[in-house]
C-alpha cells in the first residue's frame, strides 16, 4: 500500500505554509516561535526547495546552490534559527576569475576589491570610495530607475574591464543584468562586499536537516511528498482552505513559498483577483534558470586548491547573452574540498552556467540526452585547464538543466531565482487582494539567494503574525 503522507493531519490550522524552499522553512519557523499551529507542505521528498542536494554511489554529495552567500546569513541563522546553525558558516578563502580580460584571486570583500580596483585596473582611489558608498547607501525606497549599466557608466564609463569584475559574480548570484535596477544590484553587491562570500560547512544536507529538527522542535506538522493543488478563497476574498492530496484542509492564513506567477494564476485562480492586479502578475518577468554539471573524483584522488569559486569565461567582454547561450563560454566552477564536508573526505567540482528555459524545454527526449551528454564533455575540456588530469580522477559527472529544476520546484520555466524586480510588489501587495494570503519566496531579485529568500521569510511572517493578531483581537471584542 502507498504510503500516506498525509496521515493524522489535523482539519485546521492557524497557518499553512506552502513549499519547503529556505522562505517557506523560514517562515514557518517564525511563526512556529510565535506560537501558532503551523503545516509545512512539500510536494517533494526532501526540503530545502532549491537548497538541495544529492546522492551517488561511490558516498558522492553533490550540493545544488550552495556556492556562496553574504556574511549576513550568521546574523540571520542565529536570530530565526539557531547557534549551532549560525556556527557552521564558514568564509571561503578565494575568488577566481580567468577571462580574456584579467586574471586575479580575491577575498571578494570591499578591502581587496578597493586595492584591486586601484592597482591592477588603475581607477582613481576616490572613484572607487564613491563607487562603494554609492552602492553601500542604495536602499528600496530610492530611485528604482536607474540600471545598473547607468550606474557602471557613472562612475566607470567605456571600463568594460571593470563592469565585468562588478558585474559577473553578481550575475550568477542571482541572474540579474546590466539593464536590472541599480538598486538591486547595489544592495546585493554591498552584502557580499561587507566581508565577503560564505558557506556551510557540512553541506546542504546537515543544514536542512538541522533546520527540520529546530521546526520540529516548535512543534511544525510537516508533510514532504505533499502537492497542494488549490487555495481556497471565500466570496468575501478570505483564505479559508488548501486543497492537497484529496484532503481539504482549513486554515487562518497560508504562506506560499510556491514561484508567485504559480501561486496566483495556479493556486487561487485569476478570477478571484482584481484584473489589474491580474494584469500586473502576468506582466512579471521570471528570471532565468542554470545548468550545472556535478563532477566527483575517485575516494583518494584529490586536486591541488585553485580557488573555492572559479569565474571562466572565454568571452572577449562581459555580455549577459552569451552567459545565457547554450553555446557556453561563460562558467562558474565551484570547488569542494575535504573542508566543506569534514566526515566525507570528497574532492568535487560543480560547474553552473546561466540558462535559457526555452533552449531546453522542447528538444526531443533522445536530443536532450545527447545535449546534457555535450554539456558534460564541453565543461570536462574546460576544466582540464585547471586540473589537466580531471578524466582520469573522475568517478562521476552528470549535467542538470532548466528542465531539471521545473521539475523538482514547480517554478515555471525552471527560474532559478525567482523574477525580476517588478515581482516585489506584486508579491507584497498579495494580502490586499485576499485576506490572509501571504507570499514569501525568491522576487525582485534582492528577496532571492539563500540570504534574501530566508530575510523575506521573516519579514512576510512578521506581517502575517500581525494580521493573524489582529484578527483575533477582533474576534475576541
Ligand atoms: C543552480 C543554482 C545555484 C544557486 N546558487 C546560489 C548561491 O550560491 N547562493 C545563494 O545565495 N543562492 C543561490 N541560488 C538561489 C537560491 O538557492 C534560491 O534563491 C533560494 O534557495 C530560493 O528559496 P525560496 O524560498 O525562494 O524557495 P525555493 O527554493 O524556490 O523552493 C520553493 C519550494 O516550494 C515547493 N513547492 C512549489 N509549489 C508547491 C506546491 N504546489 N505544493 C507543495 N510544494 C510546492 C517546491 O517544491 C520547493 O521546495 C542558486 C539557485 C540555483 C538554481
Not at 76 to 84: A, D, F, L
Not at 224 to 237: A, G, M, N, Q, T
Not at 360 to 373: F, I, P, V
Request: net charge negative; with cysteine.
Amino acid at each position: 500500500m502507498a504510503k500516506d503522507f498525509l496521515k493524522d493531519v489535523k482539519d485546521h490550522y492557524d497557518v499553512i505554509v506552502i513549499g519547503s524552499g529556505l522562505a517557506g522553512l523560514t517562515g514557518a519557523n517564525v511563526l512556529a516561535k510565535q506560537g501558532y499551529s503551523v503545516l509545512l507542505l512539500e510536494h517533494h521528498y526532501q526540503l530545502g526547495g532549491l537548497a538541495t542536494w544529492f546522492k551517488r554511489r561511490g558516498g558522492h554529495i553533490f550540493d545544488i546552490s550552495l556556492h556562496g552567500f553574504p556574511n549576513g546569513m550568521v546574523k540571520s541563522c542565529r536570530k530565526y534559527w539557531t547557534k549551532e546553525i549560525a556556527d557552521s558558516i564558514v568564509q571561503l578563502k578565494g575568488v577566481r576569475f580567468e577571462n580574456p580580460q584579467f586574471s586575479l584571486e580575491t577575498t571578494f570583500d570591499r578591502e581587496d576589491f578597493t586595492n584591486i580596483m586601484i592597482e591592477k585596473f588603475k581607477i582613481p582611489s576616490e572613484t572607487v570610495k564613491a563607487f562603494f558608498d554609492t552602492a553601500r547607501s542604495m536602499n528600496f525606497y530610492d530611485d528604482q530607475q536607474m540600471t545598473t549599466r547607468e550606474l557602471f557608466e557613472k562612475f566607470f564609463p567605456g571600463r568594460s574591464d571593470v563592469v565585468r569584475l562588478l558585474m559577473e559574480p553578481i550575475t550568477y548570484a542571482n541572474g540579474s543584468t546590466l539593464e536590472d535596477p541599480a538598486i538591486t544590484y547595489g544592495i546585493v553587491f554591498s552584502n557580499f562586499m561587507s566581508k565577503g562570500v560564505f558557506t556551510f560547512q557540512g553541506g546542504t544536507d546537515k543544514l536542512v536537516l538541522q533546520m527540520k529538527d529546530e521546526l520540529e522542535r516548535n512543534g511544525v506538522d510537516i508533510r514532504i511528498r505533499s502537492l497542494v493543488e488549490k487555495i481556497e478563497v471565500s466570496p468575501d476574498k478570505r483564505v479559508t482552505a488548501v486543497h492537497v492530496g484529496g484532503k481539504r484542509i482549513t486554515c487562518d492564513a497560508v504562506l506560499s513559498n510556491s514561484n508567485l506567477k504559480n501561486t496566483i494564476l495556479k493556486l487561487v485562480g485569476e478570477e478571484h483577483f482584481d484584473p489589474a492586479y491580474v494584469a500586473e502578475t502576468n506582466a512579471v518577468r521570471l528570471n532565468n534558470s542554470s545548468c550545472q554539471v556535478y563532477i566527483a573524483l575517485k575516494e583518494g584522488e584529490k586536486f591541488d586548491y585553485i580557488g573555492d569559486l572559479l569565474f571562466h569565461s572565454e568571452h572577449s567582454g562581459f555580455d549577459i547573452k552569451s552567459m545565457l547561450s547554450k553555446d557556453i563560454s561563460s562558467r562558474t566552477f565551484s570547488l569542494y574540498y575535504p573542508e566543506t564536508r569534514p566526515e566525507n573526505d570528497r574532492y568535487l567540482i560543480v560547474s553552473s552556467t546561466n540558462a535559457n528555459y526555452e533552449d531546453w524545454a522542447n528538444l526531443s527526449e533522445e536530443q536532450y540526452e545527447a545535449d546534457k551528454k555535450q554539456l558534460c564533455e564541453t565543461t570536462l575540456d574546460c576544466l582540464e585547464k585547471y586540473i589537466p588530469d580531471v578524466r582520469q580522477k573522475m568517478d562521476w559527472v552528470e549535467a542538470s538543466t532548466p528542465r531539471t529544476f521545473q521539475h523538482y520546484t514547480h517554478h515555471p520555466a525552471g527560474a532559478s531565482f525567482g523574477t525580476k524586480f517588478e515581482g516585489l510588489k506584486v508579491s507584497q501587495t498579495l494580502p490586499e487582494q485576499i485576506k490572509g494570503l501571504y507570499h514569501a519566496g525568491s522576487v525582485g531579485i534582492i528577496m532571492s539567494g539563500w540570504l534574501g529568500a530566508m530575510n523575506y521569510g521573516v519579514i512576510v511572517s512578521n506581517e502575517l503574525d500581525k494580521y493573524l493578531a489582529a484578527n483575533r483581537t477582533s474576534a475576541a471584542v
